[in-house]
């Protein structure tokens, strides 16, 4: 019997759900583990149970995101501006998030803002070897994001697997891989090379994919329901050797950031959504196939 992939949820499905109605829902719809987002939901008041209620759940934590998941600041999100101070609340998270035992914690690099190019690299790598070295401490990796190039003023100074491999390598640090996006990297140049040549460094695989046409960076639909090629970029990663989490990422207005789309996925029951992305990704699984260029 063909062993089942790995399928987690980033707690992006949900928005207004204690923490242990979403773990209930998750699992309910069929998610063994969960990506934790500090930034989303009504969970400061939970902190002290909240490891309790996971373990009670019996999900897994996946890669989870601190309230500050960047140096540079980011457009949309909160938090300090000056990278001292997001560096020091980066690392904070990190120890907040330590109890949950993660595969790793998430991060990007934040955008280039006012910055030049030198200087914002520059301001990365020192912030990042930082958050790096306090990881080490409580036993944890990072796992570093490259971002689409159309968004990229608001989120980042990386946009293909590449960048995001010579960045960790210049950081120096031995405890950051990738964390891989389906939606950010579906038209990068070289795609199913650098998967072949890095997969063995992606800490989590973010499931999404492209509506045609997309209204806004919020706007994603179901795997194998766009054109991200879902089914061969899992073949690819599959060849590659790739054996981890799969995690649903939704990110689909209701007017959070804006647009209030009729059709969001976020106005889904969660169980039904999770549900829904679970047997929309083990779809495409069937129908994986390793690319040929």
Same mark, same amino acid.
Not at 6 to 24: G, M, N, P, R, V
Not at 177 to 204: C, K, T
């Given at each position: ?69 960047? /140096? ?157 090629? /879902? ?18 990422? /939704? ?43």
């Amino acid at each position: 019997m063909a062993i089942e992939p790995k399928y987690s949820i980033l707690e992006y499905a949900t928005l207004d759900l204690s923490f242990a109605d979403e773990l209930a829902a998750f699992r309910d719809g069929g998610a063994k583990g969960v990506g934790i987002t500090e930034f989303t939901g009504p969970k400061a008041r939970e902190r002290a149970t909240m490891v309790e209620t996971l373990d009670n759940s019996g999900l897994e934590a996946t890669v989870c995101w601190p309230a500050v998941p960047s /140096v540079l600041p980011l457009t949309l999100f909160g938090g300090p501006r000056e990278p001292e101070k997001r560096v020091e609340a980066m690392c904070n998270g990190i120890r907040s998030l330590e109890p949950f035992r993660p595969v790793a914690c998430g991060c990007v690099t934040g955008a280039q803002a006012g910055y030049s190019k030198i200087e914002a690299r520059q301001i990365v790598l020192e912030g990042l070897h930082e958050a790096a070295r306090v990881a080490a401490e409580v036993g944890l990796k990072l796992a570093l994001e490259p971002i689409h190039p159309s968004i990229a003023h608001q989120f980042t100074i990386i946009t293909t697997i590449q960048e995001t491999i010579d960045l960790i390598e210049d950081v120096g640090a031995g405890n950051i891989g990738v964390s891989f996006d389906i939606w950010h990297s579906l038209d990068q140049p070289n795609l199913f090379a650098e998967i072949e040549r890095y997969a063995s460094r992606f800490l989590i695989v973010h499931l999404g994919d492209w509506r045609r046409p997309t209204r806004s960076w919020c706007d994603r639909v179901l795997p194998g329901e766009g054109i991200a090629k /879902v089914p061969e970029v899992l073949g690819a990663l599959e060849a590659a050797g790739y054996d981890g989490w799969y995690e649903l990422e /939704v990110l689909s207005d209701n007017g959070l950031y804006g647009n209030a789309f009729l059709d969001s996925l976020w106005h889904l029951p969660p169980a039904e959504l999770v549900r829904r992305g679970r047997e929309a990704f083990l779809r495409c699984w069937e129908r994986r196939t390793c690319p040929t260029s």
